[in-house]
Each structure stands twice: as structure tokens, then as C-alpha cells.
């Protein structure tokens, strides 16, 4: 049975990476992605990045993994056996927000599943970055990112007010919430959002 994101307190501390989702059903995922390239090939290649992206991920005992799903309630199917906690309402910070406030204590690293070079390793250096930082990001090639995790000590802190998503400026603005917290960065890596994109993914060896 699935357990629902306010018992999520049940977990003991630790290091908690939360992986968002969405249930892979033609036509509703990657449709900035789809416009480019159409939608069959979209929904192909989330499928294939749920398939190859995750299981590494789940696997790795430096953290508990947990998949953050919409639409609420979904049943996928997700190729990992994981927590899952529903998104919730709101747009994509208010979502994001929720499981920095609701997960049991210990760091939280947030990334998605249209990056292909995410590694474990990349997600442990991030993780280290929080022994002494109380914000850490991966920085994406268009003005994004792919990756951001908070300390949560002493203090939950609400970076993503007014971020203008989907834009260059979504770093800075969530930066800009920042301000004068210890903030640390991980490699720079690009998301796979258009046909450009895709299309470099695959000269470098995807399929």
C-alpha cells in the first residue's frame, strides 16, 4: 500500500533523495520534448531514462531513495521498488517544496529523470556538499537545474518563491532566495527538453 507523504516520518534520519516523476503515459510526458520530436519518441525516451536513471539511484545505500509521483496516486509502473509520495497541488516550486518540509530529518536532494548523465556518484557529491553548505545545485546548461538539495539545519529554507520556470533565469531567481546562505554546486550537466538536445544525447551514445 502506498505510503502517504505526511507517514513519511516513520524513517529513520538520514540521507533522502527524492526523484520526480511523472506516470509515463503517451502524450502527457515530456511535451516540450514532444513538440520537437513527436510524441511516441518522447514518451520512448522517458521511459527509457525511468528504466536506466533509477535503478542505479534506488540502489545506492548512501541514501534512502524516494519517487515523488504525479498525478497523485499513480500506479506507474516505476521500475524501482521505493517509497512514493505524492507531488501534491501547486506549481513546480510549491511541489518541489513539499518534500523538504515533510521528510524525516536529515539533508534532501531533489533531482528529475531527464538527465541522462545522472550518476551516483554525482548524487553523492551533492550529499557531501551538505556536510558544510546549507544549499547545494547542479546547475543545467539552459539557466536550470537538475539538481538542488537543502541541509534543512537549522532551518528549513524556502528557495523557490517567484522562480521563473522553464527560463534561463530559474537558477538566479532560486539563488536570489538564498542569499546569505552557504550555497556549493556539482558538475554542470543538460537536460534533454528538445529536439536539439535529444539529438546531441543521441550522437554521444544514447538509443
Known amino acids: 500500500m502506498r505510503p502517504h507523504i505526511k507517514q513519511a516520518h516513520t524513517i529513520q534520519a538520514g540521507n533522502h533523495l527524492v526523484v520526480f ?59 524501482v521498488d521505493v517509497p512514493i509520495i505524492d507531488q501534491g497541488p501547486g506549481d513546480l516550486g510549491a511541489r518541489m517544496a513539499r518534500p523538504f518540509h515533510v521528510l524525516p530529518p536529515g539533508p534532501v536532494v531533489i533531482v528529475g529523470t531527464d538527465v541522462p548523465a545522472v550518476t551516483p556518484a554525482r548524487i553523492a557529491r551533492a550529499f557531501r556538499a551538505l556536510g558544510n553548505h546549507d544549499a547545494v545545485f547542479g546547475p543545467a546548461t539552459d539557466g536550470g537545474y537538475w539538481l538542488v538539495g537543502l541541509r534543512r539545519r537549522p532551518r528549513v529554507s524556502d528557495p523557490f518563491r517567484g522562480v521563473r520556470w522553464s527560463t534561463a533565469q530559474a537558477l538566479a531567481d532560486t539563488l536570489a532566495n538564498l542569499a546569505g546562505l552557504r550555497v556549493a554546486f556539482v558538475d554542470t550537466l543538460s537536460d534533454v527538453d528538445d529536439g536539439a538536445a535529444y539529438r546531441a544525447w543521441r550522437r554521444d551514445g544514447g538509443n
Open 21 to 79: 516523476v511523472k506516470q509515463p503515459r503517451l502524450g502527457r510526458v515530456k511535451t516540450r520534448l514532444a513538440a520537437d520530436i513527436g510524441a511516441v519518441a518522447a514518451w520512448r525516451f522517458y521511459r527509457q531514462m525511468l528504466r536506466t536513471v533509477l535503478p542505479p539511484l534506488a540502489r545506492d545505500r548512501r541514501w534512502r531513495t524516494w519517487l515523488a509521483v504525479t498525478p497523485d496516486g499513480a500506479p506507474g509502473p516505476w521500475p
